[in-house]
Each structure stands twice: as C-alpha cells, then as structure tokens.
C-alpha cells in the first residue's frame, strides 16, 4: 500500500530539549515537504527535498533542520524546541518527474506540543 | 510567484442541498490543481485533480470540480451534500517547478 509513514504521532516534549520527528515514504517519490498547520493559517511550509540531499527552505523554517540522506526519509529535527512550535505537522511526498501528474500523499500528522 | 486563494474560511450547507467550495489561483504556465480534504485528526487526502482535458473533473465521494482557465478559478462542487462530508478542504496548484501551494483550507460544515 502506498502510504507516508509519520512518527511519533503525538509527542509531548520540553523547551530546549531536541527532538526528531521521522516521515518515510514508500513510493520512490523524489519530492518530499514538511508542513505544520495552525488554526486559521492553513498549511505552512518548512522545508523541501527535490531529491536526495538536495533541500530548501519553505516559508516558515527558522527553528527547524532537515536532511535527505535517502530517497524514502525526510526526518524533521527540532534541535532546540520551543512553545511556538506547538503544532500539527505533516510529511508530504510526490513525483515531481518531468511530465508527473501525481497528486500529495501525506502522513497521519505528528501533534507536537512544546511546554 | 504561485498562490492559491479559497476566499471562504467556512462554508455551511443544509443535507441534500448543493454545495460549491471556491478556489482561484495563480501560476506561471499550464496548472496542475488539486483538491485535498482533511478529517478531524487525520491527514490530507486526495480528492481529486486537473491535469489537462475535460474542464469538469469527478473525484472520490461524488465530488467534481470546474476548471475554469478565464477566470482561473477551480471550484469543488457536489450535487448533494452529505453530513459526513463535512470537513476541511485544500486546494492546490503545481506549475512549472513542481512545488505545490496549498490555499488555507476552507471548513464545510453540512447540517442534518
């Protein structure tokens, strides 16, 4: 089945205390993307990976890392969390091959909740 | 720049009545436009999309969608609403860099 796979998927941590959050995607997909969603702000970006070790920041990154060391992972990582990243986040991933159609499959979400 | 505006943060609807949710977008070149809708506690999941063709596309749960190049304009319409379809809906544009902008999501709520 294709599916993106977020964990954990609820996670409670402490100010300054780093903190991974893992995405995984078994599509052979080339774009990945890290989204966190507020009320009445929608989806905001984090960052992006055009393909392996290839990424970019979105519009919301400051405070956040990423990596792409492999075509199927995409971890989020906190290294020094803070309350006002209390969020929903969400791992999405598409082909972005030249021609490619397809549409954004995205993960359960991950509820941080930073204290 | 791309962008996508859904200019209602909430649409509500009586059971068995239409439903229209409304998206417009911006985008350099031809756009590929989606559809996504988000239950409570869950993810985003695919509705339905525009690739190029028909003007009118159908998706999942009954739902389809109007392209409409003049008005750049990609409205979620459905015949007859369901309470179960209310939720959180996005819409979506791809252009020429394959990076895609979701707008901020539009609540329909369906009453019984």
């Known amino acids: 089945e294709a599916q993106v796979t977020q964990n954990p998927r609820y996670l409670i941590t402490v100010t300054g205390k780093k903190l991974t959050v893992t995405c995984s995607q078994n599509?052979?997909?080339?774009?990945m993307s890290w989204y966190r969603q507020d009320p009445g702000l929608g989806l905001r970006q984090i960052y992006y990976?055009?393909?392996?070790?290839?990424?970019d920041k979105g519009d919301v990154p400051e405070g956040y890392k990423v990596s792409r060391k492999e075509k199927r992972n995409f971890p989020l990582i906190l290294e020094s969390p803070s309350p006002n990243q209390t969020s929903l986040y969400f791992c999405?991933?598409?082909?972005?091959?030249?021609?490619?159609?397809?549409?954004?499959?995205f993960g359960q979400g991950t509820r941080l909740t930073v204290v | 720049a791309q962008s996508v505006a859904q200019p209602e943060d909430q649409v509500n609807v009586a059971e068995g009545n239409p439903l229209t949710v409304k998206c417009t977008y911006s985008?350099?070149?031809?756009?590929?436009l989606f559809w996504y809708v988000q239950y409570p506690n869950r993810g985003l999941q695919f509705l339905l999309k525009?690739?190029?063709?028909?003007?009118l596309v159908k998706g999942s749960y009954g739902f389809e969608a109007e392209f409409n190049k003049s008005q750049t304009s990609f409205h979620l319409k459905k015949p007859s609403a369901l309470v179960s379809d209310s939720a959180l809906y996005f819409c979506?544009?791809?252009?020429?860099?394959?990076?895609?902008?979701f707008g901020r999501g539009t609540s329909l709520i369906v009453h019984p």
């Open positions: 985008v350099s070149g031809n756009p590929y």
């Open positions: 999405a991933s598409s082909s972005n091959l030249r021609g490619s159609s397809t549409e954004a499959f």
């Open positions: 979506a544009v791809r252009g020429g860099s394959y990076i895609p902008t």
């Open positions: 599509m052979n997909h080339e774009y």
């Open positions: 990976s055009m393909n392996v070790e290839v990424t």
């Open positions: 525009y690739i190029t063709g028909d003007n």
